[in-house]
């Protein structure tokens, strides 16, 4: 069974950082991509990043780029969200979430079939 498990959320000031990582297990793919999605209160769900497994080519929305970095390690299907610069909007439970048999990286979630449970994320003065 496909298996996604998000950790290294938690609080952190503006400006402050905060490093995610997305534990993937259950499943053997030559490629695939890993995406991190986020969701506040009363919004709608919203593509973060994503990576591919291939070439490691990334994505990000327009809202983080400059500031978060996501990385893979292949060895561990493992995935990391770097945040650097957080800012109260960034605020939201962050899931991972995988694309299997991805031939390119994108942050819309209707690819992404498995998902992770969330960790919360909370950046206050």
């Known amino acids: 069974q496909v298996q996604l498990v998000e950790s290294g959320g938690g609080l952190a000031q503006p400006g402050g950082s905060l490093r995610l990582s997305c534990v993937a297990s259950?499943?053997?793919?030559?490629?695939?991509?890993i995406g991190w999605f986020r969701q506040a209160p009363g919004k709608r769900r919203e593509g973060v990043s994503g990576?591919?497994?291939?070439?490691?080519?990334?994505a990000y929305a327009d809202s983080v780029k400059g500031r978060f970095t996501t990385a893979i390690d292949k060895t561990k299907n493992t995935v990391f969200l770097q945040m650097n610069d957080l800012k109260p909007e960034d605020t939201a439970v962050y899931y991972c979430?995988?694309?299997?048999?991805?031939?390119?990286?994108?942050?819309?979630?209707?690819?992404?079939?498995?998902w992770g449970q969330g960790t919360q994320v909370t950046v206050s003065s």
């Open positions: 990576i591919a497994s291939s070439d490691e080519m990334t």
């Open positions: 259950g499943f053997t793919l030559d490629y695939y991509a």
């Open positions: 979430a995988l694309r299997p048999s991805a031939d390119y990286v994108g942050i819309g979630e209707e690819a992404y079939s498995y």
